[in-house]
């Protein structure tokens, strides 16, 4: 397989597709708690037909050029994925996620994987202003937005019903001159 070094660790960016649905099942078993607890993509990628069809979902998104989904690997395992679950180059703008199992949590890998595709999305694709959706309570993912240099637009208020509660979700953004002026500086 393909991959972008993410650092002298082994740790790597690769495609994520169907054909790898029985490892991405696996993955997600091995994480299940950790990255459910604000997340639904847990139980969305319960079984392998259901892992097949997330994948599917994000090779027909990358198809159209409406999404992409890649692979965090160290060593060769998948341990973690950052997407475009949005990407629209017509309005300029692309909402970014991820996620790493607990084992591989506090290396920066997810920090690393969303510098690559920020900057692709933002050099390469004229993206203007990339978005994280966060609930409130999510503090890890608070702090990758930060390091990726966002700022915090706003809070809807109770807007994401989740395993029997209502999440606040925070909206942080970069925009392309703001990444720019980051990697300059
Ligand atoms: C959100 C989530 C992806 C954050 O994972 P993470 O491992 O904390 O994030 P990073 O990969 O950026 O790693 C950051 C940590 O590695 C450290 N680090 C080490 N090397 C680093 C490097 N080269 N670059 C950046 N950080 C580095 C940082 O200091 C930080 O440590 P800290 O947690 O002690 O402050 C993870 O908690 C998760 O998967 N949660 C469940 C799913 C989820 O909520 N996804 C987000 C939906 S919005």
């Given amino acids: 397989m ?27 078993d091995r994480g299940r708690e950790f990255i459910g607890a604000h997340v639904g993509l ?35 395992k998948l341990v973690g994925g950052v997407m475009f679950r949005i990407f629209d180059t017509e309005s300029e703008l692309a909402e970014a996620g991820c996620w790493v199992e607990p084992g591989y949590a506090g290396r920066g890998l997810v920090t690393r994987a969303c510098r690559v595709i920020l900057d692709w999305a933002i050099e390469e694709r004229g993206i203007h202003r990339v978005e994280w959706h966060v609930s409130s309570a999510n503090a890890p993912s608070i702090a990758v937005a930060r390091r990726l240099g966002m700022s915090r637009d706003g809070v809807m208020r ?16 970069v925009l392309a001159p703001e990444w720019r002026a980051a990697k300059a500086a």
């Fill in 2 to 28: 393909f991959a972008i070094s993410l650092g002298d660790d082994g740790a790597e960016l690769t495609p994520l597709e169907p054909w790898q649905a029985e490892e991405l099942l696996d993955h997600m």
């Fill in 42 to 76: 847990p139980d969305i990628v319960t079984d392998l037909d259901s892992a097949r069809s997330y994948l599917q979902g994000y090779a027909d998104k990358a198809a159209r050029d409406a999404g992409r989904l890649y692979a965090i690997r160290v060593d060769g």
């Fill in 158 to 173: 109770q807007s994401y019903p989740y395993r029997g509660e209502r999440a606040d979700m925070e909206v942080w953004s």
